[in-house]
């Protein structure tokens, strides 16, 4: 982990509020310096600018509480959703960010979410890495709603 901390993937000013313990343990603490590690570190190097975690590692009790899905891999520390930082702070910035990180390849998934109906400017990216598999694939969300979008539709063939 060279550009990030671990705090910042589970600190959560919701968990505070309501005394939930929310620190990873064990092998989730391992997926989430494996995520930085293969995924994040290279995207802040390339990037040339912060990248910021609004979300990452969810314990359960955090995640039912803020409505999270009932498999999602923030209940394991392998994801995380990240905006674009510094100066560099706009959806579309969060889109040139998720081009970038599907060209670098290593990831399970990467959604690109709450995008406008008829473009790829998300709100925030969410990415995954698993240390055994990864699937590389890429969704967008729009009202709710995912759908796959390909390399070609990222510009990237």
Same mark, same amino acid.
Request: charged share 25%; hydrophobic share 35%; proline share 3%.
């Given at each position: 982990?060279?550009?990030?901390?671990?705090?910042?993937?589970?600190?959560? @000013?919701?968990?505070?509020?309501?005394?939930?313990?929310?620190?990873?343990?064990?092998?989730?603490?391992?997926?989430?310096?494996?995520?930085?590690?293969?995924?994040?570190?290279?995207?802040?190097?390339?990037?040339?600018?912060?990248?910021?975690?609004?979300?990452?590692?969810?314990?359960?009790?955090?995640?039912?509480?803020?409505?999270?899905?009932?498999?999602?891999?923030?209940?394991?520390?392998?994801? @995380?959703?990240?905006?674009?930082?510094?100066?560099?702070?706009?959806?579309?910035?969060?889109?040139?960010?998720?081009?970038?990180?599907?060209?670098?390849?290593?990831?399970?998934?990467?959604?690109?979410?709450?995008?406008?109906?008829?473009?790829?400017?998300?709100?925030?990216?969410?990415?995954?890495?698993?240390?055994?598999?990864?699937?590389?694939?890429?969704?967008?969300?729009?009202?709710?709603?995912?759908? @796959?979008?390909?390399?070609?539709?990222?510009?990237?063939?």
């Amino acid at each position: 982990m060279i550009y990030f901390k671990l705090i910042e993937f589970f600190k959560s @000013a919701k968990a505070a509020a309501l005394g939930i313990d929310n620190t990873p343990k064990g092998e989730y603490e391992k997926n989430l310096v494996a995520l930085t590690d293969f995924v994040l570190d290279p995207a802040r190097k390339a990037w040339g600018s912060p990248i910021n975690v609004t979300s990452g590692f969810r314990c359960q009790e955090l995640n039912r509480t803020v409505g999270g899905a009932g498999k999602s891999q923030h209940l394991t520390g392998e994801t @995380a959703d990240i905006v674009s930082g510094g100066s560099k702070v706009s959806k579309k910035y969060n889109h040139d960010l998720g081009v970038l990180i599907a060209k670098q390849g290593k990831f399970d998934q990467l959604i690109f979410e709450d995008c406008g109906k008829n473009d790829l400017n998300p709100k925030w990216i969410h990415v995954s890495y698993s240390r055994t598999h990864n699937r590389g694939q890429i969704l967008k969300m729009v009202g709710g709603r995912y759908s @796959a979008i390909t390399r070609k539709d990222l510009g990237l063939e």
